[in-house]
């Protein structure tokens, strides 16, 4: 079947990548991109590169479209006429579609704070979703550098670690317990939170912005933080309005298939935009694959399953000098670059979808392996199903990070030398479990391994007699074993290995 | 040595005292000392570390600790249900609870613990008991009742031993922890959920993070049901406290010997208090201001006194080897070295098992290379290929241990 005229909605990542990916599978139709944003799409996950200053806002572009792929930046859908196949737009522009496309993305939630302006009245008060947004908190004047950051996600976090290295005087204000407490528990978040004070992050957990004046943030207990530049970092939702009017099934997002399609088979919905039980929302990879899918399956091009399955969830804490990955798992409600997870005061983001694996194989039991280095600032938790990794958050071990996220992306199994793998510890040397003769190995009777190979020569044959020359094993007994190959050895002459 | 015989008191024959007469008749060979002991309890020393197995079908004879000889050793006299009541450090005399009055040369205090009871209202009350004795054992068997309800506060190693033996006795037992999780000093927070969980699977009904508010009293004036902190209320026709210990050392102040800060005779490392006269070992001795509540510890200070008796010098008691390693309610528990990592840098590596019910942490120095120490829950059987590589590099067994199972 042909795709016909392909109309997509969105001129974000999701877009571009399908409709490069459309033109790549030889889709012969026409195609036109509705971008809301007046620029050409770009790239935002890099946003916060933007922000502290590492590349310059042109260098976010995307490459250019594929020719024939008519791209409308500036032009907001407002409306689907499903009965005519079309879209009409804010510009009085109408678009007619036989495939329709909606990679509307998300939108950022806003707190409601007593005092706080509309976003969009004020430079000093900005949501971090666009270019735009970034561009604002750019024009910060030299002398007003100090920012806060609202709102302690992945985009939160990395928000602060940036303008921080951009010299901004920066506090993070997070609701939870630990920044990303969404993604870690506390032991690693405890060591997070120290890493970002050592970037010079001001960091306030466990805090709700009560009112905000005049570059003035009150907080809940009553601390005062000086805000030139407000940065509302609270979590994003699916972009559904369009959907929803037009009568499609939205839950959390616009609900699709494997097919990416909605229940109008018409119309598909990919990326952040879109709800896909395998998928999470608000990461660049499950945008793409998704991209990559309808794309296939509107031009029938070759296999490559029979759809979209979901994508293994793969969240990445883009701070330089801070290696931290969280696999598998279920980010909830998380949406935007970086998955803006962070909960500021009032933000409803995260209603809907529950934690869980977006695997869908945590049936049966676990097994769970844990490192905690806190003197070198190293955690890792892994949760292992069939030594399958279906949660595991990393930290400062970046040798690991990048052997097991690749390990899971494939679906392979984690090898058995778990402290080799994780912390490039070597086996045990032949030899090392010689046991030295000082060792005391009867721990009650403060017995060492030469008291008693001393008494097997003197004569003493087994355990008993061992027990009798020297009381060793008569305390806990937990030694026997020992004292047994102990005595067996001194009968043969042979060495514990 | 002058050649005449001089004379030794040791008040209290528990696992410490007993040690010490066991390795002074060892080492006395020219028979410089005479021994009096004084025994508090209606029997010799016996292995308090199985107690619970009294229970379970040993013997008070069986749990008696080996001493070939001593009935009939001529330089020992052991004297039964009669403990020491007070000092005259001017006239060397310890005065017994029987009025009788007898001189020492040197006297050694091992008079061990006495249990902690947690002063809530109805702690006195019939049917309330504690758990460290073999006379306490004796009293719990008689007031146990099948088929009902008993509550033991405390879900600390001995606690869990005393749920096992309301077990035994057919109850239906119910462990109160205030910290939250079981046997808080030896294993960790994952740890701590294992144990949870099979002690469960074995009948043990577990109430952690809570307090105890008080013991209720029935009509009949007998503790009828234990009530937390949150309100719950536990049926209980026998009440068990095992909320730990404290130390014995209710002799120091009329002798006017120091405490610890926290209690106990206080000595040095070689178990000397203040009076050249007097040591301290076991459980009741405060060594340079620490108690120590395990028989490992008694034993070296126990051996190092004896040492000093016969002029041979002591080794001083430097660092205690907490290591324990134990099988309650069928689980295997031990926990050695550094169990919970606070040596600086240390790191910890841990395992958990859901299909076998097993936990095993490692904790490594920050050489990522020497064991500190570990955990292991649920199957113990590591412990002795790697708790005598404290303070070494990390044995083939460590690795094996994080693995897969195979």
Redesign the interface.
Known sequence: MSAGEVLVVGGGSAAHRFAERLHHHGHSGGVTLLGAEPAAPYHRVLLTSVLDGTLPPAALELPALPDGVRMRAGTTAVRIDRARRLVHADDGSVHRYDTLVLATGARPVLPRIPGLPRPGTSDAVTALRTLADAERVLRASPDARRTVVLGGGLLGVEAAAALARAGHEVALVHRGPHPLDRHLDADAGKLLAGRLAGLGVDVHCGREAAAYCAGKLTLDDGAVLAADTLLLCTGAVPETALARRAGLAVGTGVLVDGRLSTDDPRIHAIGDCAEHPGAAAGHLEPAWEQAESLARQLTGAGPRGAGYRGTRCVTRLRVPGIDLVRLGGRPAGAAGPGGGSGSGAGAGAGAGSAEGSAEGSAE?????????????G?YARLTLHG?RVTDAVLLGLPRAIAALTRLHEHGLP?P?????FL?G?E??PPG??E??GD???C????VT?HAITEACRAGAADVEQVAAATRATT????????VRKLCGMARTGGSTS | MTGKTRTLVVAGHGMAGHRLVEELRTLDTAGAWRVVVLAEEPHAAYDRVALSSYLDGRSAAELGLPAPGLASDPRVELRLATAAASIDRAARTVTTTAGDTVGYDALVLATGSKPFVPPVPGHELTGCFTYRTLTDLDAIREAAVPGRPGVVIGGGLLGLEAANALRLLGMEPHVVELAPRLMPVQVDAAGGGVLGRRVEDRGLRVHCGVATASVQAGPDGRARAVVLADGTELEAAVVVFSAGVRPRDELAGPAGLDRGERGGFLVDGLCRTADERIWAVGECAAVSGRCYGLAAPGYRMAESVARQLCGLGGDPFGEADMSTRLKLLGVEVASFGDAHAGTDGALELSRLDEARGTYAKLVLGSDCRTLLGGILVGDAAAYGELQPFVGRALPSAGHRLLAAAG
């Open positions: 049966g039991s676990a097994e769970v392996v844990t490192v905690a280095d806190p003197a070198r190293r030594q984690v058995a030398g778990r402290l080799e912390l510890i086996p045990a090392a479990d046991l030295p060792a005391v190995v721990r009650c009777n403060n391994k305390g806990c007994g937990g030694c026997t074993s020992t």
